[in-house]
């Protein structure tokens, strides 16, 4: 049995497992880094181990103390390698704290999994790092299964990681709480981070992952953990909000074979109910605290289209709203061109392709392929087919997404067909 | 042994695509995603990628100091690889059988589109045995 394949029993009590684990080898040992491969360990050894003798009464218990020896291991293999170099002499110590017992550590608190996220999306790190480090110490995940889930070499994983915690402990944090002023800058890298493992997961449409993680449903259950650990914080609410309400539509968005269904295509019937109403009701206590952020204006606007029976029957003049409001909040290039396709639904497509323009001399936007793909639903809108296969076709060019170039190249073949009939 | 089988493109064969029907592009795409999936369920599978069209492309040359770039597009007769397969098979055989599999890939009126495909082997490390 492959490592991938765990049951889900022991990658779920892993999953709860590996934070606290974690935190408490870090304490004890001084080194984060030391720590993380200590646990990977750990958790590796339980993957092999759980299946065959069963899985312990105290599953944080024993990866402690496994990872424990390894990481007297790992440090006394360093510590001799320094001497062998005649390294400055006074080697960190290898423990700092006594050892804990089963029991605490399985008690430690939900505060320790906030440190870790503070410590994996960690300013210097680039997203793709922070968010590998995360799924391995935050989610307990192995090398190997983030490694399929970013379709990369595992090697090259493995490699990935161990910089990132590098660039970490040569950057000279410490594992502890970043004070007031730095909290809430923190706070929203993690909530960034987390937006885009969402994202990867979402936008990622390989069709050959055979065992695949979820990276999408792994990004929604930290923002859960997050938001149990912070219930006050507005944005946390309203990302979570957003990650519900965009991960709703997910059975409607792609078909059979994978091939891309756009929102007013979607069969809304398919879309998931229980995550509308959950992300709905988690936005609106949010706004009742008053404090409006960027995600939370988001899952408005998604929880608009959710909530609408039809593309038809969506109350645009409300989406063209909280897009200004986006908008004045941010200098985003795609939030102004969202804002634009409201308007075509607002004000018709002849005030879309107006604004759209003004767009186009944005350099940011001039070769994107966005540009022309809304150039192209507008021009459909108005009726000018042969101007809409035009730019469909330039879109389908531009693309770097197969499932989006499919679609657009099938579209202008559609038109073609429609034009020829009449 | 592995090889390597580049699907060979123009940009007259990309806007070639123009005048298909709909069903035939969908016929097309199916093709593509099913013959992918039978080799990776075959076990033969190492990688396969679909690319960007060159209309995208640029060409970088560095001899110190800062990159060239030219960027394109480039002439519309150019050859260029559109996608490639990786495949880890037992007999060059067995490779040059999957390249004409792929090449015949259906187009107008379900028709083999008969794409260039080129095969090269991805060359190993040293021999184990002297």
Known sequence: ?????????????????????????????????????????????????????????????????????????????????RRREQAAAGARATETEPPLADDEVEAMAGDETLLLLFMCCHPTLTPPSAIALTLRAVSGLTTAEIASAFLVP????????????????????????????????????????LYLMFNEGYVSTSDLRLVRVELSSEAIRLVRVLHRLEPEHPEVAGLLALLLLTDARRPARTGPDGEMIPLHEQDRALWDRAAIEEGTALLMAAFARGAVGSYQLQAAIAALHDEAPSVAATDWPQILALYGLLASMSDNPMVALNRVVAAAMVHGPTTGLERLRTLEADPRLARHHRIAAVRAHLLEMSGDFAAAITAYRAAAAATASLAERHYLVTKAATLEQRRAAT | MKFMLMMQGTRKNWESMYEWAPAEIKAHIEFMKGFARELAQAGELVLAEGLDLPTNAKIVTGKGGPPVITDGPFAESKEFLAGFWIVDVPTPERAIEIAGAASAAPGPGGKPLGIPIEIRQVMSGPPDIP
């Open chain 1, 154 to 193: 595992e090697a090259t994983m493995a490699q990935r990681i161990s910089r990132a915690k590098q660039t970490i402990s040569e950057s000279g944090v410490r594992f502890a709480p970043p004070d007031a002023a730095e909290r809430s800058k923190r706070l929203d890298l993690v909530l960034h981070v």
């Open chain 1, 1 to 81: 049995m492959t490592e991938e394949a765990a049951a889900p029993a022991i990658r779920d009590l892993l999953r709860d497992a590996v934070p606290r684990v974690l935190s408490a080898v870090t304490r004890r040992c001084g080194d984060f880094a030391a720590a993380e491969d200590a646990v990977q360990e750990a958790l590796l050894a339980a993957h092999v181990e759980w299946p065959k003798s069963g899985t312990p009464a105290n599953a944080s218990g024993w990866l402690y103390r496994v990872a424990c020896r390894r990481v007297a291991d790992l440090l006394n293999s360093e510590v001799a390698r």
